[in-house]
C-alpha cells in the first residue's frame, strides 16, 4: 500500500491510502479501451492526369468510392507537366467530371484550385451515407 498525494492544494492537503500500482494498471487499461472506440480518419490521394481514359477514370472512381465508404477524405490532383500548363481548364473539366461520378458518396471540402504546377480538391465522405450502409 502506498501513501499517495490526492489534492496537495487544499487545506490541509488529501492524502490517500492505495495500491498505487494497481491504480496505474487501472488507468492505462481505461486510456486503451477509449482509444479502441475512436475512429481515425486518414486522408487518401488520388491522382489523376490530363490525359485520362475512361477505364483509367472509371477505375479511380470505384478507389475513391471504395476510400470513403471507409469513411477516409480524399485528396484528388492533378499533376500538369510542360506544355499540360496551358490547358489548366481541361484540368477543372476532369476535377468537375470525377467530381459528378463520386457525387451521391462525397461532398467537396475544398473545389478544385491550382497550386503551381498541381491542381487539388479535398472531399470528405457524405455523412447520410454511412447511415444507410
Known sequence: MDLVLIAPQA?????RVMDYGKY???QQKRE??????????ELKE???SLNIDTHDFETKVSQAKKFLS???KLKVSIR???REMAHTDRGIDVMNRFQEALGDAATVDKPAKLEGRSMQMSMSPRTGKKTEN
Open 32 to 41: 486503451k479501451e477509449a482509444n479502441k472506440k475512436q475512429k481515425t480518419v
Open 46 to 48: 488520388i491522382r489523376l
Open 70 to 72: 471507409a469513411g477516409n
Open 11 to 15: 487545506t490541509p492537503p488529501v492524502c
Open 80 to 82: 500538369f507537366r510542360g
Open 24 to 26: 496505474k494498471f487501472d
